[in-house]
C-alpha cells in the first residue's frame, strides 16, 4: 500500500507540474509580444527561450509519463486491485479444479489483468490530461472571460452527450457479440457434419444453413456501427462548433480593442488555448468513457473461494487415510461399488491397473477433488468433507501429470518459494536423480523450456515435492516419461523412506520393486 500510495502522490505532483506548463504556454505569447512591441531584448530572450523550453520539457514528461510511469502506475494498482479481488490465499485444490485452465486464463488474464491494466493506465491519462484542461480553463478566463465561459459550457456538453449514447452503443455492441458467438457455434456443428455433406454431395447447402445468421450478425453490425459512427460524428460537430465560436471570440476582440502587439500577443494567446483545450478534451473524454464501461466490468467479476460450509481445522499428524462403503460412478457408469481401503502413515502402495479403472479418480476424491460420490472418506477418523482443504495440502504431496517449468532457473523450481538450504538442495537432487542434469551453469542460466526433456522436468517437478518433506507422497503417473533405469533408481530412494507413505500410479517399474511395496492394489479386481 506505500508503494502505491507514493505512486499516487508522484502522479499529482507531475499532474500539477504540467498544469503549470500548460497554463504558462497559454499565456506566454501574451507576454512576448508584450516585449516585441516595447523592443525589450532581454524580455523578448526571457520569455522566447522559457516558451522552447517549457514546450521540450512538457514534451519529455510526456514521453516520460506515458511510456515509463503510466505503466508502473497501472501494474502497481493492477496487482493490488486484483489481491483485493481475489482471496488468492483461500484457494485450494478443490477450488481450481471447479474451473478450467481456459476459464482461469480467462478470468484472470483478461477479465482481471488486463481490464484492471487498461482501467488504471485510464486513470493514469485522466489525472495527467484533467490538470492541463483546469489550466487551460483558468488561462482562458484570465485574457478573456467569454472564452472562459465557452470552454466550461462545451466541457459540459462534451461529457454528458456520451454518457446518453454509451449505453445503447454497448446494448449494441453485446447484441453483436451474441450473434457472433451463435454463428461460430453453428459453423462448428455444421464443420462436425461436413463429411457427410460431402459424402452424399450436399455441401453447397452449407450457405443456406448459415445464411439466417450471419444475416443476422451484418445486421447487428450496421447497428453497432451507427450509434458508434453517430457518437463520432456527434463530438467532432461539436469539436468544428466550439473552434468556430472561438475564431467568432478572437474576432470579437479584436475588433473591441484594434490590432498591435499587445492585442496580437492576446490572441495569439487565445489561440495557444483554444488548441491545448481540444486536445486534452478529446483524449479526456475517450479514457473517461472507456474507464466507465470497463469498471462496470470489474465490478461484475466475482471470484469468490469462500465455501459457505465451515470447516473443521486439521493440525495433527495424518496416521491413517480409510475408504468406507466407497460408491462412484461417471456419466452413470459405476467405478467403485462398496470400496473398501486402508492406508497408513509409513507404508507404500502401488496401485496398478488398465486406464479408466478409477486409481486416479480415487486420488482425486481422497484429495477432495470429487466430491459425487457416496460412501465416507475419514482421515485419522474424521470426515473429509469436513475438514480445510488448506490443511491437507500442507501435509500431502500431489504430484501428476500436469505441471511446468516456473523459475529462471532448477535451483529456483525445486526451492519453489521455501526457505533456500543448500545441503537439502543437494539431498534432494540426488534423490530425483538430477546430479548429472544439474550444474553451476545451468542453475544460474535462465530456463528455456526447449532445453529440457519431460523425463528432466518431470524429475524437476518430484525433487520440489520432494524438498517440502511432506509425509505423504501420492505420484499420478508423473515419472512416465523418464526412462527404466532412472525411474527405478528414484523409485528404490523413495521406497527407502520410512517415514513416508507413498501412493503410487504407474505403469513404469520393475517386478523387483513389486515385493518392495506394502501393499499392490489391483483395480481391476474391482470392476
Same mark, same amino acid.
Given at each position: 500500500?506505500?508503494? %502505491? ?14 498544469f ?6 497559454? %499565456? ?23 516558451? %522552447? ?32 479481488k ?34 488504471? %493506465? ?48 454497448n ?47 451484418a ?54 488555448i ?52 466407497l ?10 461399488k ?52 488448506l ?47 544439474f ?33 505423504i ?6 515419472l ?48
Amino acid at each position: 500500500m506505500r508503494t %502505491i500510495f507514493k505512486y499516487n502522490i508522484i502522479n499529482i505532483i507531475i499532474s500539477i507540474f504540467n498544469f503549470a506548463l500548460t497554463f504558462y504556454l497559454a %499565456i506566454a505569447p501574451k507576454f512576448l509580444f508584450e516585449a516585441i512591441s516595447k523592443t525589450n531584448l532581454q524580455n523578448i530572450l526571457i520569455f522566447g527561450l522559457s516558451q %522552447i523550453l517549457a514546450l521540450i520539457t512538457s514534451g519529455l514528461i510526456s514521453v516520460f509519463y506515458a511510456s515509463y510511469f503510466a505503466t508502473l502506475f497501472s501494474l502497481k494498482n493492477t496487482n493490488n486491485f486484483i489481491k483485493t479481488k481475489i482471496k488468492i490465499k483461500d484457494i485450494n485444490y478443490k477450488s481450481f479444479y471447479s474451473k478450467t485452465e481456459g476459464e482461469w486464463n480467462s478470468l484472470l488474464f483478461n477479465d482481471l489483468f488486463t481490464n484492471s491494466n487498461q482501467y488504471y %493506465i485510464g486513470v493514469a491519462v485522466f489525472y495527467f490530461t484533467l490538470f492541463p484542461l483546469f489550466a487551460s480553463v483558468a488561462s482562458a478566463f484570465w485574457l478573456n472571460y467569454i472564452l472562459g465561459i465557452v470552454m466550461i459550457l462545451f466541457s459540459i456538453i462534451w461529457l454528458f452527450y456520451p454518457l446518453f449514447l454509451k449505453e445503447k452503443i454497448n446494448k449494441k455492441i453485446q447484441e453483436r457479440l451474441n450473434k457472433l458467438s451463435k454463428l461460430n457455434a453453428n459453423v462448428s456443428n455444421v464443420l462436425k457434419k461436413i463429411d457427410g455433406l460431402l459424402f452424399f454431395n450436399k455441401i453447397q447447402v452449407l450457405p443456406k444453413i448459415i445464411k439466417s445468421d450471419v444475416e443476422n450478425l451484418a445486421e447487428a453490425n450496421a447497428s453497432k456501427n451507427f450509434w458508434t459512427r453517430l457518437s463520432s460524428s456527434i463530438s467532432t460537430f461539436i469539436e468544428y462548433f466550439l473552434t468556430i465560436i472561438m475564431n467568432l471570440v478572437i474576432i470579437l476582440t479584436s475588433t473591441q480593442v484594434g490590432l498591435g502587439y499587445l492585442k496580437t500577443g492576446i490572441l495569439v494567446s487565445i489561440s495557444t488555448i483554444v488548441s491545448f483545450f481540444l486536445q486534452r478534451i478529446t483524449t479526456f473524454m475517450q479514457y473517461f468513457l472507456n474507464n466507465i464501461a470497463i469498471k462496470k466490468g470489474l465490478k461484475k467479476v466475482d471470484i469468490n473461494f469462500y465455501d459457505s460450509q465451515k470447516w473443521e481445522n486439521f493440525e495433527e499428524k495424518i496416521e491413517t487415510i480409510r475408504v468406507e462403503n466407497l460408491n462412484f460412478s461417471y456419466e452413470n457408469k459405476p467405478v467403485f461399488k462398496n470400496l473398501n481401503l486402508q492406508f497408513d502413515s509409513g507404508k507404500k502402495y502401488l496401485l496398478k491397473g488398465p486406464n479408466g479403472c478409477g486409481k486416479s479418480t480415487l486420488l482425486k476424491i481422497i484429495l477432495g477433488l470429487q466430491e459425487n460420490y457416496q460412501g465416507k472418506i475419514l482421515i485419522n477418523n474424521r470426515d473429509l468433507q469436513k475438514i480445510n482443504p488448506l490443511d491437507l495440502v500442507k501435509q500431502i504431496s500431489y504430484l501428476d501429470s500436469n505441471f511446468d517449468l516456473i523459475g529462471e532457473n532448477i535451483a529456483e523450481n525445486i526451492y519453489f518459494f521455501n526457505e533456500q538450504n543448500k545441503n537439502k538442495l543437494n539431498k534432494v537432487i540426488r534423490d530425483a536423480v538430477l546430479e548429472n542434469d544439474f550444474s553451476e551453469t545451468k542453475n544460474k542460466e535462465e530456463i528455456d523450456q526447449k532445453d529440457f526433456s519431460v523425463g528432466q522436468k518431470q524429475r524437476i517437478n518430484l525433487a520440489s515435492h520432494l524438498y517440502e518433506s511432506k509425509k505423504i507422497m501420492i505420484i499420478d503417473e508423473s515419472l512416465s516419461n523418464i526412462d527404466i533405469k532412472t525411474a527405478n533408481k528414484i523409485l528404490e530412494k523413495l521406497l527407502s523412506k520410512t517415514d513416508l507413505m507413498l501412493i503410487l500410479i504407474s505403469h513404469h517399474y520393475s517386478e523387483f520393486h513389486d515385493l518392495k511395496f506394502d501393499r499392490i492394489i489391483d483395480f481391476a479386481e474391482f470392476e
